[in-house]
Nanobody
Framework: QVQLVESGGGLVQPGGSLRLFCAASGSIFRSYVMGWYRQALGKQRELVAAITSGGRTNYADSVKGRFTISRDNAKTAVYLQMDSLKPEDTAVYYC???????????????WGQGTQVTVSS
């Protein structure tokens, strides 16, 4: 009923930048919190950044001052601008959205398929 499609990952050198994009489509009535999580090899998935429909943001301490999350409510899309990237930012990044659907009228969490970000020289 709801699909999240991500793009923008890739290989970048330390100190470089990438911009991730995620758009939701389907039977969406309303979106609430949208965010980005990441999972490095051998580690648990962790929150990177989240943003409410009103624009309130929350960041992991490890990315504060380097990453910026934003969203377009009209498009049910969320962006993650990643600057000053470090090797420890290497991970699969997943888009997450809390959405109320038209069909069920329930709020549920949806996930994208993940996009690989590799920071290496």
């Amino acid at each position: 009923q709801v699909q999240l499609v991500e793009s923008g990952g890739g290989l970048v050198q330390p100190g470089g930048s990438l911009r991730l994009f995620c758009a939701a489509s389907g039977s969406i009535f309303r979106s609430y919190v949208m965010g980005w999580y990441r999972q490095a090899l051998g580690k648990q998935r962790e929150l990177v950044a989240a943003i409410t429909s009103g624009g309130r943001t929350n960041y992991a301490d490890s990315v504060k001052g380097r990453f910026t999350i934003s969203r377009d409510n009209a498009k049910t899309a969320v962006y993650l601008q990643m600057d000053s990237l470090k090797p420890e930012d290497t991970a699969v990044y997943y888009c997450n959205a809390n959405i109320r659907t038209i069909v069920t009228a329930r709020r549920e969490d949806y996930w994208g398929q993940g996009t690989q970000v590799t920071v290496s020289s």
